[in-house]
């Protein structure tokens, strides 16, 4: 009875939402008629791509906030065995001094006793959280609005952060479950948010804003893991705990936020003005409906700029899971960083990515508007030169071997190449349909993220007999097999174009599949001009 009233709750809110929507539309019609609405301070657009920068960036956030939290959480004994204290068993590097005072003498002050094996299911509870929810998040926005996932998915996963201490005092068991459950919240995010992109950003601006958008996931990074620390460090609210509290509280806040100034549509939005509204429908691929006609299942699977795509998102995840998830592990016992300089240069590399991605996003937005060169390749040109500058960078760590000052710098330069991606095979879902945006990233993002575990896990088989220079070499030369090739495979058989799939019947029956695009857009140039000269008269 319970599940049925909530089913109505549902049905019942997305009734009103459809009705709201058409009056909003009949207020921007008699707005037009009368003389035009003022234009706000800042465009309705550029305040969309703002709030999705920040819902990214709590997402990271959130999950630094576990990764770096727990290391506060536990103590010596749960953190370091006694193979782990042996320099022998390390690495083949020179151990200097300073390193190893630093990887042996730190004090861990924690009150749960969690070996190795349990802090691993802590931390990939909520990555299979997220991976469950990939495909779920893009159906459900696409039926019931992109705002509604991402509000609910923000708020699971702030609730749950904040119910993460709680969660640890009473058992570890139950920490996991709600670890878990923050990435179900998370995993319906990602998708929702694509939906919302297409609806919003004109074809000629998308490349930065939706890059913009992403770059969130670099700051929340940066943020996570300084703020984070010093948090854990304080006697603020218990020390550790703090963290969880506060970032939580602010992912409540930034719900709020949503609720009031996040809508679904331009036109839906009663502060847009006319100018605004006319430009970001008059330069999409085609009006999207809020009613989505079903998804076309067999031509979607049978498609190969599909199957590229997946394969140049698996690439661009990878790259990003070996800096943020293994790569600190090789600094620590490989190089012998100090804590704190390796998290340092774990995280503040993640700001010349965000460079490298809104420089990379706002050039090739400037050739698209120029017509020098078309989306298609733009956005295949971006994923080719970070998967080439990863991979180039990466073979640099490889044949560096122990020269710390050079394998470092070879580091951050493949973390700030990988920002070129996010100009990439990461946006191309909204290029591809932007009525099946939704249903597309979740297929390309529950398989990618795949990447999140298979590379740990094979990275763990590698290194169980020791953590030496020549197995963590098979690690870097299999990274590069995989994203170099998703880069080129992406190249060559991928698309940024939309697809005629995307369509319903009746667009195709008006249009053949090559020019449908076009002919479609000049539809809607000729019907605007029309409905002007009619208000006119």
């Given amino acids: 009875m319970t599940l049925l009233n909530i089913w ?107 070996n190795s094996k349990m802090q691993g299911y802590i931390l990939s509870s909520s990555f299979f959280g997220y991976f469950m929810t990939q495909a779920a998040g893009g159906k459900l926005a696409e039926a019931y609005g992109s705002k509604r996932i991402i509000i609910v998915g923000t708020l699971i996963s702030s609730l749950c952060n904040i119910l993460s201490p709680p969660a640890a005092w009473c058992h570890v068991y139950l920490l996991i479950f709600v670890q878990f459950v923050r990435g179900m919240g998370q995993g319906l995010l990602q998708s929702a948010t694509c939906i919302l992109m297409a609806s919003w950003f004109p074809r000629t601006e998308r490349g930065f804003l939706s890059t913009f958008i992403l770059s969130g996931l670099c700051l929340g990074a940066v943020v996570g893991g300084l703020l984070t620390g010093v948090l854990c460090n304080s006697t603020f609210l218990g020390g550790w705990p703090s963290a969880f509290y506060v970032f939580g509280g602010l992912g409540i806040l930034l719900t709020l936020i949503l609720i009031i100034f996040l809508y679904e549509t331009p036109a839906t939005d009663p502060r847009i003005s006319n100018e605004e509204l006319k430009h970001i429908s008059g330069n999409q691929e085609q009006e999207i409906p809020y009613k989505r006609p079903p998804t076309p299942w ?30 600190p592990t090789y600094l620590g016992k490989i190089l012998h960083l100090p804590i704190a300089e390796n998290g340092f240069f774990a995280t503040a590399p993640f700001v010349l990515q965000a460079i490298f991605s809104l420089l990379g996003s706002s050039f090739s937005d400037w050739l698209n508007r120029k017509e020098y060169v078309g989306v298609d390749k733009v956005r295949k040109s971006c994923n080719l030169i970070a998967c080439l500058g990863y991979s180039v960078c990466v073979w640099g760590i490889y044949f560096t071997g122990c020269r710390r000052t050079v394998n470092i710098a070879f580091s951050v330069l493949a973390m ?104 479609t857009n000049l539809e809607r140039k000729e019907n605007d001009f029309n409905s002007d000269i009619i208000n006119h008269i």
């Fill in 8 to 114: 109505r709750i549902i049905h019942s809110s997305k009734q009103i939402y459809q009705i709201r929507a058409s009056r909003v539309t009949k207020q921007h019609e008699i707005s037009q008629k009368s003389g035009g609405s003022k234009s706000p301070c800042l465009q309705c657009r550029y305040l969309v791509a703002i709030l999705g920068f920040f819902v990214y960036c709590l997402l990271n956030i959130l999950r630094v906030n576990m990764s770096i939290g727990i290391v506060a959480m536990v103590n010596v004994s749960g953190i370091l065995g006694i193979e782990d204290l042996n320099p022998e068993n390390l690495t083949l590097c020179p151990l200097d001094s300073n390193s190893s005072k630093d990887l042996i003498t730190t004090e861990f002050n924690g009150k749960f006793e969690w």
């Fill in 298 to 327: 067999l031509k979607l699977l049978t498609s190969v700029p599909v199957y590229a795509l997946v394969f140049g998102m698996f690439g661009q995840v990878w790259s990003g899971v070996h800096f943020l998830s293994i790569h």
């Fill in 416 to 519: 700030s190449f990988i920002g070129f991606g996010l100009a990439g095979s990461m946006i191309v879902p909204v290029d591809m349909s932007p009525t099946f945006a939704g249903t597309l990233m979740g297929i390309g993002g529950t398989i990618s993220n795949t990447a999140g575990f298979i590379l740990p896990v094979l990275t763990g088989f590698l290194t169980k007999n020791g953590q030496t220079t020549e197995q963590w070499n098979k690690v870097f030369l299999i990274s590069v097999i995989v994203v170099l090739s998703s880069g080129i495979f992406f190249f060559f058989f991928g698309s940024a174009e939309i697809q005629p799939w995307n369509f319903s019947s009746e667009e195709l029956s008006k249009c053949n599949t090559v020019t449908c695009k076009k002919e």
